[in-house]
């Protein structure tokens, strides 16, 4: 007897549209789907068809990454993160591990609300001491805050779970990118000042679930400087 799941997979026409290049809130979706081998079409779009259709209603909040299945446009990453995760039985049922998981994909938008001016910034000195500023006193700040999460909720190995989830994905592609080197300016040192974290970052960037990867792969040869 097929499961109500995998009939709802059979019907539904999955499509992830961003640039081409990879960036956390389209890469945890694919990360996602790939690890329950579900399939979906990756769209790939110019920023100048982008920015002449962004006001119209394929996109619905004038923003990227959007996710389609069938007729309807899922916008915001939050949502996106979660569907993905119900297909993929990597987000929780409990009402509280769902709280928990929530919060990282929070932290998640929060962070990147934060770095977001300096990315586009077109003066370079300006931009520079923005940098400095997230690099010496608000993303220390804000990981801190991160790794006291992880110290007062982790149960095992994983983030706030007894299992995988999407939060494991959210964390570990953050982490990646705020210590791969394609942030100008910013070398956060978590080696020695949040050792807990870089363990468990360790810990996901080891892990067969994600290292063995399609997507993964991509991810680590294309990343770009920002």
């Given amino acids: 007897m097929i499961s109500s799941l995998k009939k709802l997979l059979q019907k539904n026409n999955l499509r992830l549209v961003y640039f081409d290049f990879p ?84 932290f998640a938008n929060d962070i990147t ?20 500023k997230l690099n010496d006193i608000i993303l220390p700040e804000w990981i801190n805050y991160l790794e006291r999460f992880f110290i007062n909720n982790n149960l095992n190995s994983y983030f706030v779970t007894e299992k995988f989830t999407v939060s494991d994905l959210i964390v570990w592609r953050i982490l990646l990118w705020l210590t791969s080197g394609k942030l100008e300016n910013v070398d956060l040192k978590i080696e020695q000042r949040f050792p807990r974290l870089n363990k468990y970052f360790k810990f996901i960037s080891n892990n067969s679930t994600v290292i063995n990867l399609k997507e993964y792969s991509k991810i680590m040869k294309n990343q770009i400087n920002l």
């Fill in 23 to 106: 960036f956390w809130r389209v890469d945890i979706c694919r990360l996602t789907l790939e690890i329950a081998n579900i399939k979906y079409k990756n769209v790939v779009i110019s920023k100048k068809y982008f920015l002449k259709n962004k006001k119209t209603q394929e996109f619905p909040f004038g923003q990227l990454p959007i996710l389609t299945v069938n007729n309807t446009i899922i916008s915001q990453t939050s949502a996106m993160i979660r569907y993905c995760g119900k297909l993929a039985n990597l987000y929780p049922n409990d009402p509280m591990e769902c709280a928990l998981v929530d919060q990282v994909i929070d």
């Fill in 113 to 132: 609300y934060l770095i977001s001016p300096s990315i586009r910034e077109k003066n370079q000195k300006i931009k520079n001491l923005k940098r400095k």
